[in-house]
């Protein structure tokens, strides 16, 4: 038996967001070989976005360790000679904060043992797919989270060509839960709410409108709003419109509410989960819980809605309102990593057997070799490593946060203020700037 598969593992994550760090630390889970005597190391990344004490509880994934840092602060944890290195490190990053990191560890790996370094997404990939993909390239393993996926991933790096090898199908590692087994008492509805989609107050007081009008036209079910943040608090997109403000003088029914907590909880008590393009939409069609992707705002890659185009989940809040169930065609979530049958719990088999490979490789791993470099990428990649106080090569610019010492108590308070300030100015103050550019 290979000596990975029976030693002691440690792994890190690194991760920039309450939901990223959701996705890093599974996937770490799903990673380890079973039987594994497994320690986890958690490391927040600090930004607009680094995830307050209330998001990490209600995410619920525990680590060995858990600690904020900067980038800079990272890296120098990663080089420390005095600590025995880690076997795998999982990047759940925004794509800049991969390609940076990747470039910051190749400087401070230039010589000796190094993990196995992991990426991937969170969730669907609707959006700047080929510039998401090249800011990962570079890692050992770059997860696919469906076969679809993983098509599109290795087409990509192979039209620009990069090596393409890295690409690795899996799942999403936050699948799981009971099927359904039909209908509560009361039926429930749940609107899945995104931070970002849509991002008009128009159009999230008209989807907040139906959902309330909905609630109306049915008092015998109980209709849930499901919110990701409460006001303040950052994910991995920025929150303008919270919803929780948005329904304030609105005067809802009595079997609307606002709910929190994990999604998971959520959808067992879940007869129709309504969204725009959550990735709660496939949480739910893996559990066989009817599901509804909206068609109202139309169906557009701005919103992400037309990854769902064959899947039998499109339709509009005038049909739900009508009665109409959506019928799923079960080829579309087999392609898409779930509902596939008896096939979930092995979709992580080929990641472990490739990092098992090269855990137990003889001598060092070679130097990661990210395809963004300042000779392929001379006007883009320093900008992207500047960000994050890094020079071209890689090494940490003069001047960069401190990186040896925990911050004192007085810079704390400052650093907490100053976040406020920022979550203030994007939820309160920017709103009524870009109004007033409209008249």
């Known amino acids: 038996m290979p000596a990975s598969a029976t030693k002691s593992l440690r792994i890190a994550v690194l991760a920039d967001s309450d939901t990223r760090w959701k996705w890093g630390a599974l996937t770490a889970q799903r990673l380890t070989p079973t039987g594994a005597d497994v320690r986890l190391d958690g490391y927040l990344l600090r930004g607009r976005a680094t995830p307050t004490a209330r998001q990490l509880r209600e995410v619920g994934v525990r680590a060995d360790s858990l600690s904020e840092v900067t980038g800079v602060q990272f890296l120098r944890a990663m080089s420390d000679s005095d600590e025995e290195p880690y076997d795998i490190l999982v990047l759940a990053l925004v794509g800049g904060g991969v390609q940076a990191m990747l470039h910051g560890l190749r400087n401070a790996w230039a010589s000796g043992r190094r993990p196995v370094v992991v990426t991937g997404y969170v969730g669907v990939v609707y959006e700047k797919l080929a510039d998401g993909l090249l800011l990962r390239h570079g890692a050992d393993l770059v997860l696919a989270n469906s076969a679809h996926d993983a098509d599109r991933f290795r087409a990509v790096y192979e039209g620009v060509g990069a090596d393409a090898s890295a690409v690795t199908e899996v799942a999403l590692p936050f699948l799981g839960g009971e099927p359904y087994a039909g209908e509560h008492d009361p039926y429930t509805v749940v609107f899945a709410a995104q931070p970002s989609v849509p991002d008009s107050r128009r159009d ?17 079910r109980e209709v849930l709003l499901k919110l990701r943040s409460k006001p303040g608090e950052h994910t991995t997109h920025i929150e303008e419109l919270p919803y929780q403000k948005l329904v304030q003088g609105m005067a809802p029914p009595a079997n609307f509410r606002l709910v929190y907590g994990h999604m998971g909880e959520v959808l067992d008590r879940t007869d129709l989960l309504v969204t725009i393009s959550s990735t709660a939409a ?25 990854h769902f185009t064959g899947s039998g989940c499109l339709a509009s809040w005038d049909q739900l309102d009508a009665g109409h169930r959506p019928a799923v065609d079960p080829r579309w979530p087999a392609r898409q990593g779930v509902s596939a049958e008896g096939s979930y719990e092995t979709a992580f088999d080929t990641a472990r057997e490739r990092i098992t490979k090269l855990l137990d490789r003889p001598g060092a791993l070679p130097p990661l070799n990210p395809y963004y ?21 890689g090494a940490p610019l003069p001047g960069a946060p401190a990186a040896d010492k925990e911050p004192g108590p007085v810079r704390q308070i400052v650093r907490r203020a100053a976040r406020g300030a920022y979550r203030h100015g994007v939820q309160r103050v920017a709103p009524v700037i870009r109004r007033m550019g409209d008249l």
């Open 282 to 306: 496939l949480e739910a069609l893996h559990r066989r819980i009817p599901t509804v992707v909206l068609t109202d705002l139309g169906v557009r890659e701005v919103l992400g809605n037309h």
């Open 204 to 220: 999230r007081t008209y989807l907040l409108n139906r959902l309330i009008e909905h609630a109306r036209r049915h008092p015998e």
């Open 373 to 393: 470099t300042p000779e392929t990428a001379p006007g883009y990649l320093p900008g992207i490593l500047a960000r994050h106080h890094l020079g071209p090569d």
